[in-house]
């Protein structure tokens, strides 16, 4: 699958050091030396996985919005104990920024926001699902393939005040709980339930010079940027995305281990990965022979061949066993690689039912 190396490689933690106590330090840092990382971006498959011939989502508000949200002190204070903070836009705004977030996927041609109310009651704690009847009928009526509905949404705010009901000092936490799902017209069930439960910390910022009350704060934007910020978390459940994550290398002192490093630290994988076979295929079987497996199994990685890099990264591990031991960090490391490339396979199978 497509993967892009978004930096370049950069030395282990010891070269901040320049000094050391005793022998055992400087072996540690001579071995922390030898590893340089690169930071690559993979493509996942989304948790919930629509049927191929789904190409048109519509995305509907069938929650009812908080009347408002309480605002806790979480210190006694005067008159400003707890107030009330208006959320009437927090539905709406989480809806048109899931869209917004989902149409800009390959996965679908069309993310369209369903303009129309389907609820009328004011039960806003409650919960209430779309009838099969109600996702085939919009679905007939939009001329799309799927419903994503918001069932629910609640917030909780807290904070702490200054004495005298001043500024906060620290962040306002802000409380979600709320459901997301993904319905198909006769379908027996959704295909997939989101559920949203988070404590979230935003920072508000003021001019401290200024002389403002907790009843002037801007909690209301507070309530929408957090409704924008969860839409933002939860379309990732509905499209493929990117993911960053980190690998590394090992380096050596030798004149070719020294060019390759040079070519992996330019992106030129295809070049340093000749130089690591060569050096492999002249190396007796040992320590220097398992770092260049590991070595190996990353350049067939992020050339997209994850067979062979399984293959490379199992015979570093029995390498990094037979030499090192199982309880040493470099088996540990390739343990979890193996991990992290047999999930990476299951991911691309998962993609190509996506698309």
Not at 150 to 170: A, S
Not at 225 to 240: C, E, I, R
Not at 280 to 291: S, V
Not at 292 to 307: C, P, Q, R, T, V
Request: charged share 25%.
């Amino acid at each position: 699958m497509p993967m892009c190396v978004k930096g370049s490689a950069r030395e282990g933690r010891s070269s901040r050091f320049l000094f050391s106590v005793t022998g055992l330090c400087l072996l540690l840092l001579a071995s922390c030396s030898s590893l340089r990382y690169v930071e690559i971006e993979t493509y996942n498959p989304s948790e919930i996985v629509f049927p191929k011939k789904v190409r048109k989502i519509l995305i509907v508000n069938n929650a009812v919005a908080q009347p408002k949200v309480r605002y806790e002190a979480l210190r006694p204070m005067n008159s400003a104990d707890t107030m009330g903070v208006r959320a009437d836009s927090t539905t709406f705004d989480f809806c048109r920024r899931l869209g917004e977030r989902m149409a800009q996927s390959p996965r679908f041609e069309d993310v369209r926001l369903y303009q129309g109310a389907l609820r009328t009651d004011s039960f806003f704690a409650s919960e209430q699902r779309l009838t099969d009847e109600t996702v085939r009928r919009l679905c007939e009526e939009e001329g799309v393939d799927a419903v994503i509905s918001l069932d629910r949404l609640l917030f909780k705010m807290k904070g702490v005040l200054r004495q005298g009901d001043y500024l906060p000092v620290e962040s306002v936490d802000v409380e979600v709980l709320g459901t997301v799902r993904a319905t198909i017209p006769d379908g027996k069930r959704a295909l997939g339930t989101v559920l949203l439960s988070d404590t979230i910390p935003v920072n508000l910022e003021w001019d401290l010079a200024a002389t403002e009350k907790i009843e002037e704060l801007p909690l209301e934007e507070v309530l929408r940027g957090v409704s924008s910020y969860l839409a933002d978390k939860t379309h990732l459940n509905f499209v493929p995305h990117w993911s960053s994550d980190t690998r590394w290398y090992y380096t050596a002192s030798g004149s070719l281990w020294k060019e390759a490093a040079a070519y992996a630290a330019t992106d030129h994988w295809e070049e340093a990965a000749a130089i690591w076979q060569r050096l492999y295929d002249r190396t007796p079987e040992g320590k220097a022979q398992a770092r260049l497996a590991a070595n190996l199994a990353l350049s067939e990685e992020l050339k997209g061949d994850l067979s062979k890099a399984l293959e490379w990264a199992g015979r570093s591990h029995e390498l990094c066993r037979k030499y090192l031991g199982a309880s040493a960090e470099a088996t540990r490391n390739q343990a979890c690689y193996i991990s992290v490339l047999e999930h990476r396979v299951h991911s691309d199978e998962a993609l190509r039912k996506q698309f």
